[in-house]
């Protein structure tokens, strides 16, 4: 079975600054990798994800992810945030038979003016 | 385009009333379909998942159901509401789990 960790549970950042918000998982088999972002009183709305290919992942509002298989992460990235990017962010697995869908914890981010 | 709707947004319900949740999804057929839950200061927790109509999966043990009536409908139910139920819950669809999730938009269960 999966496993995901996000180590930082709280993240403050300020306006115009970049952040990275860490993501490590375990598995045992191949893995599909995903990053949602929830807003206060909101549904999760998915960002990014990874399945194969380009281990560099684009998704909306300028986030990107990377996948590295060798340190078993899927570190979420924005070079610039905005107070309005201020919200929950989980981290996410599934496992490549779609058996098993793990959470991670999630990461709440602050932006500060 | 695929769509889901969940309601109601809020509920306020006193303890060992009965609760019903909906969820619906529109624009495709023969969804999977879940219930998670999240509770203050913890993560998400799958609740039940349903793979077509009348087949239901529980993951934990605790107080409420699941039904799917039709092919795009999922209920979350409860005979007797406890404090414990008081939470955040998300209904989500998938065509396969290796491609993630749709949720709708939540519904705040505040059980007083």
């Known amino acids: 079975a999966q496993s995901v960790t996000q180590l930082d549970s709280q993240v403050p950042v300020f306006e115009e600054a970049p952040v990275e918000l860490r993501c490590n998982y375990s598995?045992?088999?191949?893995?599909?990798l995903f990053w949602y972002v929830q807003y206060p009183n909101q549904g999760l709305q998915l960002l990014l994800k990874y399945l194969s290919g380009s281990t560099l992942v684009k998704g909306i509002n300028g986030f990107e992810a990377e996948f590295n298989k060798s340190q078993t992460s899927f570190h979420l990235r924005k070079p610039s945030v905005h107070i309005s990017d201020t919200a929950e962010y989980f981290c996410a697995v599934s496992d490549n038979y779609g058996q098993n869908f793990v959470f991670g914890p999630g990461t709440r981010l602050s932006v500060l003016p | 385009s695929q769509t889901i709707h969940q309601w109601p947004a809020t509920l306020v319900q006193p303890v060992g009333s009965p609760l019903s949740l909906e969820c619906t999804v529109e624009?495709?057929?023969?969804?999977?379909l879940y219930w998670y839950r999240q509770a203050a200061g913890r993560g998400l927790q799958l609740l039940f998942y349903s793979i077509g109509i009348g087949q239901i999966s529980s993951e934990v043990p605790q107080n409420l159901s699941a039904s799917r009536p039709q092919d795009r409908q999922f209920i979350l139910s409860s005979k007797k509401l406890l404090l414990s139920d008081s939470g955040f819950y998300l209904c989500?669809?998938?065509?396969?789990?290796?491609?993630?999730?749709?949720f709708g938009s939540g519904t705040r269960l505040t059980v007083v």
């Open positions: 624009g495709t057929s023969n969804p999977n």
């Open positions: 598995s045992s088999v191949s893995v599909y």
């Open positions: 989500a669809w998938n065509r396969d789990r290796i491609y993630g999730y749709t």
